[in-house]
């Protein structure tokens, strides 16, 4: 009933009228209150001066019954008092509080010590009235010491205020009682006007949202009303344009999802799909209908409610499906604050996470790699911490020899990483003018590759003749050198031999390594220069293989103008050779 505007209004009007008498109302009580509480003292501050106390006082003072002759005093007074039938004067032993005498002697009977008589008794004159007590009293001391004298007073029962407040307050409901019929009168009137024009705006608004915009709401009047009717015209044009310009956009963002490269899936609450482009059904591999669910489409990719977080918190996980690495993000839709349903944005990594298999696996071959010189180093070490000072100074000397050859081969691995960064940025920096005895480069790496080679139960020899010196960067030759040999050492048999040896020959110098290992097979040959192929991959796991070893060697020989070349027998060994230019001419 009260969800009309008519009846709202009318509600509206009739409390208004309420609120205004019942505030109206209670303003004329509490002035009319005000009033006679102010008459009331004014009076008794008109008779009850200085003057007239004292006068009370010498009559009390000299007189056989004082009660009497205060009484008779008091009388004189009863006019200005406004002593009546509603207001009456009292006499009373200050030391009791019994009454003695006054204007009418029924007090006796029912008389109440208030607080002013109370006050008077302890020789103070008590003035204070309270607006919701049933009287107004003032009571007066006279010669008040000791518990001796009297007390005079007066004292007024409110009859007078409470019919006038009671003929107000019968006035008050009959002008409200009125007020609220012409109210109601007024508030049908004022609802018509009101909400004829809503009315009339309420059938344009349900068309509009029907989707006609073909007629517009008609302006009867200037006022707030026809200011908010013109308004609708105008909303109602903008959703019009608005929804035409939603249209397009949508064309545009299906044309956008239909050609773009990564997958979109759009799921509504249900699981149901909303929407998927080709590219998606390209890589999850099949084609969906309209009635699939999520299920279908991830079937192996559950989503937890509160890992869907409603501040647009996406979800990105990898998953795997036709054989391709899908990089998927889950985001919520929503509608204002409401969610809607779940967007999946496909991404495929395929080609990428290779790579970062391959980056993980150089990362592992790394830290192997650098497991070989650190295992000599605490080899050589704990030898000369057990051996003390039983040890000859030349032994220990060649021991420590080798741990530092250890450790700068360490850097020179390191090294080998910064090489490849720097040979595939083309700024790679060498100190060619350094002389090279490629005899001693040898030597230091055989010595430096002994004990490894023994624990292998292999044998290593070097018989390099005495050569020209070359010129070229001594480090990255003598890299060069200690992969070629490691490898040897790495894939050889237990009881096998490693053997280096060179020589000269056409205006160029050579360096062969030779090992009686597993060989490598046909197939791999052209490819065993290729960065990060290795032919035994599980072998070359164990042994701490990177993969990069040969291919750093063919870039370095290579800058230095010479030439890198394997032979090899599968099952019989394999012999790497290279040659570098006596004149250290490169070819840069």
């Not at 890589?283 to 209908?289: D, H, I, K």
């Not at 060649?398 to 595939?424: C, G, H, P, Q, S």
């Not at 070893?549 to 394997?566: D, N, P, Q, R, Y």
Request: aromatic share 6%; hydrophobic share 40%.
């Amino acid at each position: 009933m009260f969800r009309s505007l008519h009846m709202k209004l009318v509600l509206i009007m009739v409390l208004i009228m309420v609120s205004v008498m019942a505030v109206l109302g209670t303003y004329m009580i509490s002035s009319i209150t005000t009033y006679n509480i102010d008459t009331f003292l004014s009076q008794m501050t008109m008779v009850f001066t200085p003057e007239f106390i004292s006068t009370l006082e010498e009559t009390e003072r000299g007189s056989e019954n004082p009660a009497s002759e205060l009484r008779e005093v008091m009388n004189a007074y009863s006019g200005p008092l406004g002593i009546g039938e509603d207001r009456s004067f009292y006499i009373l032993d200050a030391s009791t509080g019994r009454y003695l005498s006054g204007s009418d002697d029924s007090l006796a009977q029912n008389m109440t010590l208030t607080p002013n008589i109370l006050k008077a008794m302890e020789g103070k004159v008590g003035e204070d009235v309270e607006r919701l007590s049933t009287y107004f009293d003032v009571a007066v001391p006279i010669n008040v010491k000791n518990g001796d004298g009297y007390v005079v007073g007066v004292m007024d029962n409110k009859q007078e205020l409470n019919e006038t407040s009671w003929n107000l307050f019968t006035i008050l409901i009959r002008a409200m009682l009125f007020g609220i019929l012409v109210a109601i009168l007024l508030s049908f009137f004022l609802a018509k006007t009101i909400t004829t024009p809503i009315e009339r705006l309420t059938r344009q608004a349900i068309r509009v949202g029907e989707g006609d915009f073909s007629q517009q709401a008609e302006v009867y009047a200037q006022d707030e009303l026809g200011v908010l009717t013109e308004r609708f015209n105008e909303m109602s044009g903008a959703i019009r344009d608005n929804l035409r310009t939603i249209d397009d956009e949508r064309g545009k963002l299906d044309t956008l999802f239909t050609h773009m490269a990564d997958g979109v899936v759009a799921f509504d609450t249900s699981g149901k799909i909303m929407h998927i482009n080709p590219e998606a059904e390209k890589m999850l591999g099949r084609s969906f209908g309209p009635d699939a669910l999520y299920r279908d489409v991830f079937a192996d990719l559950a989503v937890e409610e509160k890992d869907m977080a409603d501040d647009g918190q996406y979800i990105e996980v990898d998953y795997e499906t036709n054989k391709r690495t899908l990089k998927v993000f889950l985001a919520p839709l929503k509608i204002g604050d409401e969610r809607s349903g779940i967007m999946a944005v496909l991404h495929d990594i395929t080609q990428q996470k290779r790579l970062d298999d391959a980056r993980k696996e150089f990362v592992a071959n790394v830290s192997h790699e650098l497991r070989t010189p650190l295992t000599n180093i605490k080899g050589y070490t704990e030898t000369l911490i057990d051996a003390g000072e039983d040890m000859d100074f030349e032994t220990g000397r060649r021991f420590l020899e080798i741990v530092y050859n250890e450790a700068d081969r360490m850097t020179r691995i390191v090294k080998d990483l910064l090489t490849l960064t720097k040979l595939d940025y083309d700024r790679m920096e060498n100190d060619m003018t350094e002389d090279i005895n490629l005899k001693k480069v040898a030597e230091s790496v055989a010595m430096s590759m002994n004990i490894e080679a023994e624990k292998q139960g292999i044998s290593l020899s070097c018989l390099v003749p005495e050569m020209p010196v070359i010129k070229g960067d001594a480090d990255r030759i003598q890299q060069v050198v200690m992969n070629i040999v490691s490898n040897a050492v790495k894939y050889n048999q237990p009881g096998g031999r490693v053997d280096i040896s060179g020589g000269t020959r056409s205006g160029s110098v050579f360096l062969t390594v030779s090992d009686t290992g597993l060989g490598i097979p046909a197939e791999d040959l052209p490819r065993i220069f290729e960065r990060f192929y290795r032919v035994d991959k599980a072998r070359s796991r164990e042994k701490g293989g990177t993969g990069l070893g040969l291919a750093i060697a063919k870039e370095i020989i290579e800058f230095h103008g010479g030439s890198i070349s394997v032979r090899s027998e599968e099952g019989r060994g394999t012999s790497v050779t290279m040659t570098l230019p006596i004149s250290g001419e490169s070819h840069e």
